[in-house]
């Protein structure tokens, strides 16, 4: 059965996912999953087997690590459980909706990728502020997952405008099915930019767009921008007092990125609300 996954780890806005999470549940009739990973640590902070070591030292200090990282997979647990208690039971004030909770040991790709053919939505917590960096297993989650990746990086607010931005690629067109034949988020003002330098093209990409919500009745609003693509559509987004970005993500190669910089990363970087992704 397939249901809105909420990730958390009480470090990166885990309240404010929950409230995203509770209103898509609720929006999509679907039940709803906390779930907490807690990964083993592979970093080594006090051992330190370099230099003169005497006999029998080596064992002490193997023995001392293994007790270290015992007493924090212990503490990571209890924490997590505590979590996971908090947000059910903040999220059984206003879901409609089944409630589960579930925490798992493991890596966080693969135990999200098991559950991937019961995902509906995906819900994660995280700082996306220009001054924080991007996580590696954010940007992994997902390029790894195909389904819509909801990414809150703020304080809850019930959302009034969804901006969309669409170039007629295979994420952004997967990203507009889902989200016109699944209602994500009710109630809410579409608008769809496209960015081009043939603006006859661009029309022709935004009545495709259009066309795609008004098989289910949806109604939107479209815009043709001009100019950088990262500030076009930040700006956009600002000045219209958009609440959420809709975008296909990761449309390039790693090597791609690696050399021009990737258009996701920067959004999400300067876009200080969630955004919601399509691999």
């Known amino acids: 059965m397939s249901y809105v996954l909420c990730c958390v780890d009480g470090k990166n806005y885990s309240q404010s996912a929950c409230d995203y999470a509770v209103m898509i549940s609720n929006n999509m009739n679907l039940p709803l999953k906390f779930l907490n990973i807690i990964e083993h640590s592979s970093k080594v902070e006090k051992l330190n087997l370099s230099g003169n070591i005497k006999l ?3 064992d002490d200090l193997l023995q001392e690590y293994t007790n270290e990282e015992a007493t924090k997979s212990q503490c990571a647990i209890k924490t997590g459980k505590e979590l996971l208690n908090t947000l059910k039971q903040k999220a ?63 304080e809850f607010i019930e959302p009034k405008k969804l901006l969309i931005a669409y170039n007629g690629s295979n994420e952004s067109k997967k990203l507009l099915n ?42 939107v609003d479209t815009s043709v921008l001009s100019g950088e693509p990262k500030e076009a559509i930040y700006n956009y ?43």
């Open 56 to 58: 029998g030292e080596k």
């Open 92 to 154: 059984l004030q206003t879901c409609k909706n089944e409630i589960t909770i579930l925490q798992v040991h493991g890596d966080v790709i693969e135990t999200i990728l098991d559950f991937e053919k019961e995902i509906s939505v995906l819900v994660i917590g995280i700082k996306s502020h220009e001054e924080h960096i991007i996580g590696e297993n954010v940007k992994d989650i997902i390029r790894a997952i195909h389904k819509p990746v909801l990414l809150v990086n703020s």
């Open 178 to 219: 889902e989200t016109s034949k699944k209602p994500i988020f009710k109630n809410i003002k579409r608008d769809i930019v496209n960015i081009n330098a043939d603006k006859i093209l661009s029309a022709k990409l935004l009545n495709e767009a259009k066309e795609i919500f008004a098989k289910q009745n949806i109604e």
């Open 237 to 279: 987004f600002e000045q219209n007092n958009c609440d959420i970005l809709a975008m296909g993500a990761f449309g390039h190669s790693r090597l791609k990125e690696f050399i021009f910089g990737s258009f996701t990363s920067e959004m999400l970087r300067k876009i200080k609300k969630p955004i919601l992704l399509f691999r």
